[in-house]
């Protein structure tokens, strides 16, 4: 039996990266007494995959790891007993969610199950300037960036091994707006294996066209920006964005 | 929420931020208000290398079980942080509370091998604390020293204010207790090390005077205050079968990949078997086992508190454990299925342990490994390593028979009496080994396969309480020239397809032999070699031997007074003072028996009267003997 488990991973966990991470789950699901299935052969490890890795430094509510079961509980006390095992700040497991069987084709042939990571279409994520990293002019940075957003075509130089490549991240970019107020900025991005746009590399390309007056000069804008994953999602049947976490069901 | 020492800046710019976090899984926090002693414990080296140590998780959980006591960790910062910090003016934090150590009652070295001794420097000079303890104020920390380098602590006597020698689980009730009596009372850091030197185990390098004669060997070496004793006898824990006694149900988990990432399990300390070269043998005698269900129960609780995928058995010599046979079958049992490694390290090769290997590991990609240390048999008996070529080839017939392919020899060069005659004998032997596989496995039975015999030698470095203390060590240049007459004789093997052969660096083996004998005079050149900038020692990627030889030649001094000389058998070494139950009369007669080439039975067959029996316990008076 396939399981969604949904964490947010926050705080000091943000300098945890993707290979340490895993290793992290497959002891707390070990300590959590999850009857995880194990892969055969010589040596045997547990069949989990991630949905889609998350840079250091950033945080996140809306992570996802699937997993292969022999057995499970319900849902409520599955998410009880892993965050009971979890004993570190930081991680928290949101949700624990039955994947369907893909079941069958319409000529009774046995659909092939999709991991997690190849599902992946995109995510929306929340950039927050960090304490002391504002920009002095702050009405003047909005314009800019509202004029960025406003933008139908935003190319980027791509350094390859062989030589460098424009190409325009704009068809990437679902949706890109900053709140004033709230001063927050707020990005829908194409994410996963077929296209993946990081918001960092937004910022990247705002900083070096339209934004240059205001560009912090740090070579990681992680630096100056807490950047937060808030949710991740596939593509639906109409080509709508849905929630991982949707695609699950509730074990009573 | 923990407010982290390193801003996210640093924490992105540098290696493996991971490493300085702290928040791992098991770790202990407490409110710092509410506690009578904090208490920094240090592994001298990064965190990787520091987090594999079972000494410290030991201490850590021993500390942390009194309510008024809070015990952190603190490792070195690698070498990128430690710029940052020097340039930033970030004081050393330990990782629990990232508080800075400068405002910790205690901190806590261990001192594992010589080649971290920079290091010790560097995290007291980041911590803040002045290096020599002559210049500490009322403010700063005590700086305590254990581990199996307080067997000779004299080149480091000038920067630590007490040592605790032998077995940490015995003696810190009495120092926490004084240290606290001190503080309620108003007491002076004078008062306390007046104190502390009362305690047993603890020596106060302060408290001691040296004087030298004219040829530079000891000729005095004496306590200057009242309660400084003559001679400090090591501590040492005789309950260890004792089913009570406290060991680590929580290890704490490191996030990142670490050394040793495991439960580890110690079933015994101390070792039967007195091979002279063996500092470990000698000073952890006699040798004590721990209660089987004990066991048991730990290794469930750790494996369960932590997660871990992998457990191994800790000890000198696993096969020598009275109820090994059990343990391994109960650990199979229980764990292996459960997609749980078992890693048997230390394991005489016989049938016994085959079998059980086979059970754990692959076969294919495992080797076998023996320690055979020297090329022949007269040589292995003058260093009373009782493994005779016979065991061996029988060992690896069995081995090869059973599906291995793949054997490690290790070996040491520079031993005394060592003849030409030895050296070639470690390409000898490797070949026997080799040729043992063509002779047991018919060639339409090796599907294609070869067999793989690596064989690795170190330099021997004489160590202080083995009886091959008195041996001169050589120059490094000698050192490549017996490596290189065993390569060539590799080469010149009927097998040499098969064999491979490797050895060591000589520069380092030199360094490690003017600590490990060293005096207080070698504490000049440690801090001169600092102030250049050597750090981390034992890596090879920041190890600088001409810092090191500038460093002499700044001090004036001439390494080889350390390394070369001969010792005569009246001479006072600087680490006499230390009682470790066995007698420097027992180690006179085995370097006689060495020099003759006489065997000495182990423990179990026979007791050689070493003095440990002293200690009242352990293996001395098991009904064997």
């Given at each position: 039996?396939?399981?969604?488990?949904?964490?947010?991973?926050?705080?000091?966990?943000?300098?945890?990266?993707?290979?340490?991470?895993?290793?992290?789950?497959?002891?707390?699901?070990?300590?959590?007494?999850?009857?995880?299935?194990?892969?055969?052969?010589?040596?045997?490890?547990?069949?989990?995959?991630?949905?889609?890795?998350?840079?250091?430094?950033?945080?996140?509510?809306?992570?996802?790891?699937?997993?292969?079961?022999?057995?499970?509980?319900?849902?409520?006390?599955?998410?009880?007993?892993?965050?009971?095992?979890?004993?570190?700040?930081?991680?928290?497991?949101?949700?624990?969610?039955?994947?369907?069987?893909?079941?069958?084709?319409?000529?009774?042939?046995?659909?092939?199950?999709?991991?997690?990571?190849?599902?992946?279409?995109?995510?929306?994520?929340?950039?927050?300037?960090?304490?002391?990293?504002?920009?002095?002019?702050?009405?003047?940075?909005?314009?800019?960036?509202?004029?960025?957003?406003?933008?139908?075509?935003?190319?980027?130089?791509?350094?390859?091994?062989?030589?460098?490549?424009?190409?325009?991240?704009?068809?990437?970019?679902?949706?890109?707006?900053?709140?004033?107020?709230?001063?927050?900025?707020?990005?829908?991005?194409?994410?996963?294996?077929?296209?993946?746009?990081?918001?960092?590399?937004?910022?990247?390309?705002?900083?070096?066209?339209?934004?240059?007056?205001?560009?912090?000069?740090?070579?990681?804008?992680?630096?100056?920006?807490?950047?937060?994953?808030?949710?991740?999602?596939?593509?639906?049947?109409?080509?709508?964005?849905?929630?991982?976490?949707?695609?699950?069901?509730?074990?009573? | 929420?923990?407010?982290?020492?390193?801003?996210?800046?640093?924490?992105?710019?540098?290696?493996?931020?991971?490493?300085?976090?702290?928040?791992?899984?098991?770790?202990?926090?407490?409110?710092?208000?509410?506690?009578?002693?904090?208490?920094?414990?240090?592994?001298?080296?990064?965190?990787?290398?520091?987090?594999?140590?079972?000494?410290?998780?030991?201490?850590?959980?021993?500390?942390?079980?009194?309510?008024?006591?809070?015990?952190?960790?603190?490792?070195?910062?690698?070498?990128?942080?430690?710029?940052?910090?020097?340039?930033?003016?970030?004081?050393?934090?330990?990782?629990?509370?990232?508080?800075?150590?400068?405002?910790?009652?205690?901190?806590?070295?261990?001192?594992?091998?010589?080649?971290?001794?920079?290091?010790?420097?560097?995290?007291?000079?980041?911590?803040?604390?002045?290096?020599?303890?002559?210049?500490?104020?009322?403010?700063?920390?005590?700086?305590?020293?254990?581990?199996?380098?307080?067997?000779?602590?004299?080149?480091?006597?000038?920067?630590?204010?007490?040592?605790?020698?032998?077995?940490?689980?015995?003696?810190?009730?009495?120092?926490?207790?004084?240290?606290?009596?001190?503080?309620?009372?108003?007491?002076?850091?004078?008062?306390?090390?007046?104190?502390?030197?009362?305690?047993?185990?603890?020596?106060?390098?302060?408290?001691?005077?040296?004087?030298?004669?004219?040829?530079?060997?000891?000729?005095?070496?004496?306590?200057?205050?009242?309660?400084?004793?003559?001679?400090?006898?090591?501590?040492?824990?005789?309950?260890?079968?004792?089913?009570?006694?406290?060991?680590?149900?929580?290890?704490?988990?490191?996030?990142?990949?670490?050394?040793?990432?495991?439960?580890?399990?110690?079933?015994?300390?101390g070792c039967t078997r007195g091979c002279r070269f063996c500092q470990a043998g000698m000073v952890y005698r006699p040798v004590?086992?721990?209660?089987?269900?004990?066991?048991?129960?730990?290794?469930?609780?750790?494996?369960?508190?932590?997660?871990?995928?992998?457990?191994?058995?800790?000890?000198l010599s696993?096969?020598d454990?009275?109820?090994?046979?059990?343990?391994?079958?109960?650990?199979?049992?229980?764990?292996?299925?459960?997609?749980?490694?078992?890693?048997?390290?230390?394991?005489?090769?016989?049938?016994?342990?085959?079998?059980?290997?086979?059970?754990?590991?692959?076969?294919?990609?495992?080797?076998?490994?023996?320690?055979?240390e020297?090329?022949?048999?007269?040589?292995r008996d003058v260093i009373n390593k009782g493994l005779?070529?016979?065991?061996?080839?029988?060992?690896?017939?069995?081995?090869?028979?059973?599906?291995?392919?793949?054997?490690?020899?290790?070996?040491?060069?520079?031993?005394?009496?060592?003849?030409?005659?030895?050296?070639?004998?470690?390409?000898?032997?490797?070949?026997?080994?080799?040729?043992?596989?063509?002779?047991?496995?018919?060639?339409?039975?090796?599907?294609?396969?070869?067999?793989?015999?690596?064989?690795?030698?170190?330099?021997?470095?004489?160590k202080?309480f083995t009886p091959l203390?008195?041996?001169?060590?050589?120059?490094?240049?000698?050192?490549?020239?017996?490596?290189?007459?065993?390569?060539?004789?590799?080469?010149?093997?009927?097998?040499?397809?098969?064999?491979?052969?490797?050895?060591?660096?000589?520069?380092?083996?030199?360094?490690?032999?003017?600590?490990?004998?060293?005096?207080?005079?070698?504490?000049?050149?440690?801090?001169?070699?600092?102030?250049?900038?050597?750090?981390?020692?034992?890596?090879?990627?920041?190890?600088?031997?001409?810092?090191?030889?500038?460093?002499?030649?700044?001090?004036?001094?001439?390494?080889?007074?350390?390394?070369?000389?001969?010792?005569?058998?009246?001479?006072?070494?600087?680490?006499?003072?230390?009682?470790t139950g066995v007698t420097?009369?027992f180690l006179?007669r085995e370097w006689k028996n060495a020099?003759?080439?006489k065997v000495t039975p182990n423990c179990h067959e026979r007791c050689s009267g070493c003095g440990a029996k002293?200690?009242?316990?352990g293996v001395c008076?098991?009904?064997?003997?």
């Amino acid at each position: 039996m396939k399981l969604r488990i949904k964490f947010s991973k926050k705080e000091y966990m943000k300098f945890i990266g993707h290979l340490d991470l895993m290793r992290f789950f497959q002891k707390a699901i070990r300590r959590a007494d999850i009857d995880i299935a194990y892969s055969t052969g010589y040596s045997p490890h547990q069949v989990m995959s991630f949905a889609a890795p998350l840079g250091v430094g950033l945080t996140s509510d809306g992570e996802y790891l699937d997993i292969e079961v022999n057995s499970a509980d319900s849902s409520e006390a599955m998410k009880r007993r892993l965050n009971a095992a979890l004993l570190t700040h930081g991680i928290e497991v949101v949700s624990v969610r039955r994947i369907p069987d893909p079941g069958f084709d319409a000529q009774g042939n046995a659909l092939k199950d999709r991991s997690a990571m190849a599902m992946v279409a995109g995510a929306d994520y929340d950039l927050v300037f960090k304490e002391g990293h504002e920009p002095k002019d702050w009405d003047g940075f909005c314009d800019a960036f509202d004029a960025f957003c406003a933008l139908e075509q935003i190319t980027v130089l791509k350094a390859t091994k062989k030589s460098s490549l424009t190409a325009d991240i704009r068809p990437m970019i679902k949706s890109c707006r900053l709140d004033r107020k709230s001063r927050v900025i707020t990005m829908s991005l194409s994410t996963g294996s077929s296209a993946n746009l990081k918001p960092e590399l937004v910022m990247e390309a705002f900083y070096k066209g339209i934004g240059s007056d205001w560009d912090p000069a740090v070579e990681s804008y992680q630096y100056s920006m807490q950047i937060n994953r808030r949710e991740t999602y596939a593509l639906g049947e109409n080509g709508e964005w849905i929630a991982l976490e949707a695609l699950g069901e509730v074990i009573e | 929420m923990r407010k982290l020492a390193l801003s996210d800046e640093i924490l992105l710019q540098i290696d493996k931020p991971a490493r300085y976090i702290g928040g791992e899984v098991n770790t202990v926090m407490k409110d710092p208000a509410k506690v009578d002693i904090r208490f920094a414990m240090c592994f001298p080296d990064v965190y990787e290398i520091g987090m594999s140590h079972l000494g410290i998780q030991i201490l850590y959980d021993m500390f942390n079980r009194h309510e008024n006591i809070w015990c952190e960790r603190v490792y070195s910062p690698w070498t990128d942080l430690d710029k940052i910090m020097r340039s930033r003016h970030i004081p050393l934090f330990a990782l629990e509370s990232q508080d800075p150590v400068r405002e910790f009652d205690f901190l806590g070295i261990t001192i594992q091998y010589e080649m971290c001794y920079t290091n010790i420097l560097q995290v007291l000079d980041l911590s803040e604390i002045p290096l020599y303890s002559s210049d500490r104020t009322e403010e700063d920390p005590i700086v305590i020293g254990g581990g199996p380098c307080t067997y000779n602590p004299e080149p480091l006597a000038d920067f630590f204010d007490l040592f605790y020698i032998g077995e940490g689980e015995t003696a810190y009730d009495q120092l926490m207790k004084h240290y606290i009596d001190n503080k309620k009372r108003g007491g002076s850091r004078q008062d306390f090390l007046a104190l502390a030197a009362t305690v047993p185990g603890i020596y106060v390098p302060s408290f001691y005077e040296t004087e030298y004669n004219e040829d530079g060997t000891i000729r005095r070496f004496y306590p200057t205050h009242p309660n400084a004793k003559p001679t400090v006898r090591k501590e040492i824990l005789m309950n260890m079968g004792d089913p009570d006694i406290c060991y680590p149900e929580k290890p704490v988990v490191p996030f990142i990949k670490v050394t040793q990432d495991r439960v580890v399990l110690e079933i015994q300390r101390g070792c039967t078997r007195g091979c002279r070269f063996c500092q470990a043998g000698m000073v952890y005698r006699p040798v004590r086992e721990r209660d089987l269900e004990f066991l048991k129960d730990k290794a469930y609780k750790m494996l369960k508190n932590t997660g871990h995928e992998e457990i191994s058995l800790s000890s000198l010599s696993s096969s020598d454990f009275t109820h090994l046979e059990e343990l391994v079958t109960f650990l199979i049992e229980e764990f292996h299925g459960k997609g749980i490694n078992i890693s048997l390290p230390s394991l005489r090769i016989d049938a016994f342990s085959l079998d059980v290997m086979k059970k754990i590991q692959d076969v294919r990609k495992s080797s076998l490994t023996f320690a055979p240390e020297a090329g022949t048999q007269r040589l292995r008996d003058v260093i009373n390593k009782g493994l005779t070529e016979e065991v061996i080839l029988n060992g690896a017939a069995q081995a090869f028979k059973g599906g291995w392919n793949k054997v490690k020899l290790y070996f040491m060069l520079g031993l005394p009496t060592e003849t030409e005659e030895d050296m070639e004998g470690i390409a000898v032997l490797a070949n026997e080994v080799a040729r043992t596989y063509f002779d047991t496995i018919p060639r339409e039975e090796r599907k294609g396969q070869r067999v793989q015999v690596t064989a690795s030698s170190s330099f021997f470095i004489p160590k202080p309480f083995t009886p091959l203390q008195w041996a001169p060590m050589f120059e490094k240049e000698e050192y490549l020239h017996r490596a290189r007459i065993v390569n060539r004789k590799f080469k010149e093997q009927l097998n040499h397809k098969s064999l491979k052969y490797q050895w060591h660096e000589a520069d380092v083996t030199v360094l490690e032999g003017v600590f490990a004998r060293g005096d207080r005079r070698t504490a000049r050149v440690l801090l001169r070699a600092y102030e250049l900038g050597c750090l981390y020692d034992s890596w090879s990627e920041t190890f600088d031997n001409e810092k090191w030889m500038q460093a002499f030649a700044d001090c004036g001094m001439d390494y080889h007074f350390y390394t070369t000389r001969e010792r005569s058998l009246d001479e006072i070494f600087p680490w006499d003072f230390i009682d470790t139950g066995v007698t420097k009369d027992f180690l006179k007669r085995e370097w006689k028996n060495a020099m003759e080439g006489k065997v000495t039975p182990n423990c179990h067959e026979r007791c050689s009267g070493c003095g440990a029996k002293s200690f009242g316990g352990g293996v001395c008076f098991e009904a064997a003997n």
